[in-house]
């Protein structure tokens, strides 16, 4: 399959990439974040990380593949994966609340040696009605959101029949 590697202040370099190979490595995943070191006969070994998959519009099967490069001290803006940890001791959870991922990927700009396989949430302590931004999540050293606000990636929230049951205690109060 056809590829192209550019950037790195080098002239773009044509590439052919067996298929069945990257088809494996698009199937497992996390391909568009994880760091490549690509060989090509009669060239320096590279650091890749993929820009871009084009893809047939009918069998959805990759046509050509956009390869990058990068030094390990090289910053990428990538996203990267939102992992939740301690759902059993979060007591919103344990009454019945509903956790609600609003970002299940942050954007981040990271160095291209320490992309991390994602950034991890700790629900312990969290009740119901909470809300879980982008300040409250310990991020590696030396990564940063692209966005600048204080963002939400999650909440804690009532189950919709507790929500309920108390509109209709409330309704009865105000009627009486």
Do not use: W
């Not at 056809?2 to 990257?22: C, K, M």
């Not at 650091?47 to 593949?65: L, N, Y």
């Not at 979060?90 to 700009?109: D, F, I, M, N, Q």
């Not at 119901?128 to 966005?147: C, F, M, N, R, Y």
Request: net charge negative; aromatic share 4%.
């Amino acid at each position: 399959m056809p590829g192209v590697v550019y950037g790195g202040g080098v002239d773009p370099l044509a590439i052919q990439i067996p298929f069945n190979v990257l088809l494996k490595r698009l199937k497992q995943g996390r391909f568009m974040s994880t760091l490549f070191n690509l060989k090509v006969e009669g060239h320096d070994d590279v650091r890749v990380i993929c820009r871009g998959v084009q893809r047939d519009v009918v069998k959805d099967m990759p046509t050509h593949v956009d390869l990058m490069r990068l030094r390990r001290t090289s910053r990428v803006a990538l996203f990267i994966p939102v992992e939740f940890v301690n759902q059993e001791k979060s007591p919103g959870l344990k009454r019945g609340g509903v956790l609600t991922v609003v970002r299940p990927e942050v954007e981040l700009v990271v160095t291209a040696g320490d992309i991390p396989d994602h950034i991890t949430v700790d629900l312990e302590g969290r009740a119901i009605g909470d809300v879980i931004h982008i300040s409250d999540v310990a991020l590696p050293e030396g990564v940063k959101p692209t966005i600048d606000r204080d963002f939400v990636i999650a909440n804690v929230s009532a189950p919709s029949g507790l929500v309920s049951a108390d509109n209709a205690e409330a309704d009865e109060a105000e009627e009486g």
